[in-house]
C-alpha cells in the first residue's frame, strides 16, 4: 500500500485491459521473472508462478508480489510423463492462457506444449540456433564466437528450437569469463522477454512456419521481423 494505493489491486485492475492470465515457470533466481512482473502490461496479468525446486529465488519474487506460488518437484511423480501431465493439469485448473519460461531448467514435455500450442515463450542467452542447451554462455566462450545474444522463442518439442519471435546480438569482449558475458545478456534479456511476452498477449505474433510475423511492427526491437 503505497499513498492509499493498493498497488496489487490496482495492477489487477490494469490487466483487464489485456484480459490475460499466464503463468511463469522458473528454476532459479528468477531475475527474468522479475522483469516480466515489473512490466506494467505483463505483470499484472501473472496469476501463477511454478518451480521444480523448492525454496528458490523465484519463488519467493512470486510472494512478494502477491502471485501464487506453486512447487512441482519431479522426483515426486512416477515418470517425466507423468510431471508433464500434473503440469498441464495445474495450468488448466487455473485457467491459464499463456505459459513463460524464465529459466525453467526442465524439458517441457509433449502434452504440456500440445496443451498449449504457439502460447508458450522460452528466452535463451545465445544467438539461437547456436549453442542451444543448459551452458549457451560458455559454450559460446569456448567456441570463441565474437557474438552472442539472447532469444525469446516458441516452444515446440524439440529442445531451443521453436520459431524465433526476437532476438537481440551481445558482443563478446576479450576479457569476458561465463559471469560477465551472462550479466550483460541477462541485461538484454530482462528488455526483450518482457516485450515478446507483450507482443505474444496482444495476439500480434502470427506464425508460419518457422517465420514469426509481428503484426503493426515493433519498432523497438532489432529483428522484430517481418512486418504485416
Ligand atoms: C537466463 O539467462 C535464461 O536465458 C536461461 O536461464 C537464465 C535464468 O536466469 N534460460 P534467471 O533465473 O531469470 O535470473
Not at 514435455?109 to 549453442?131: C, E, K, M, Q, Y
Request: hydrophobic share 45%; aromatic share 4%; net charge negative.
Amino acid at each position: 500500500m503505497v499513498d492509499g494505493i493498493d498497488i496489487i489491486a490496482a495492477a489487477r485492475i490494469a490487466c483487464l485491459f489485456v484480459d490475460a492470465r499466464i503463468a511463469v515457470l522458473a528454476s532459479g533466481a528468477g531475475t527474468n521473472l522479475q522483469a516480466l512482473l515489473d512490466d506494467p502490461q505483463v505483470g499484472p496479468c501473472i496469476v501463477l508462478v511454478v518451480g521444480d525446486t523448492p525454496g528458490v529465488s523465484a519463488l519467493e519474487r512470486a510472494r512478494a508480489r502477491g502471485v501464487k506460488p506453486v512447487v512441482l518437484e519431479p522426483a515426486h511423480y512416477a515418470s517425466p510423463e507423468a510431471f508433464d501431465r500434473a503440469l498441464t493439469t495445474l495450468l488448466e485448473e487455473e485457467a491459464i492462457e499463456y505459459v513463460m519460461l524464465a529459466g525453467f531448467m526442465r524439458i517441457l514435455g509433449a502434452h504440456t506444449v500440445h496443451a498449449f500450442r504457439d502460447r508458450i515463450l522460452n528466452i535463451h542467452p545465445s544467438l539461437l540456433p547456436a549453442f542451444p542447451g543448459g551452458h549457451a554462455v560458455r559454450d559460446a566462450l569456448n567456441w570463441g564466437a565474437k557474438i552472442t545474444g539472447a532469444t525469446v522463442h516458441l516452444v515446440d518439442e524439440e529442445v531451443d528450437h521453436g520459431p524465433t519471435v526476437l532476438q537481440e546480438p551481445v558482443l563478446i569482449l576479450p576479457e569476458d569469463d561465463e559471469r560477465t558475458l551472462h550479466l550483460r545478456i541477462q541485461e538484454v534479456e530482462h528488455r526483450l522477454f518482457p516485450r515478446a511476452a507483450r507482443l505474444l498477449v496482444e495476439g500480434r505474433l502470427k506464425v508460419e512456419g518457422r517465420l514469426v510475423h509481428v503484426l503493426g511492427g515493433d519498432e523497438e526491437t532489432i529483428g522484430a521481423g517481418p512486418k504485416e
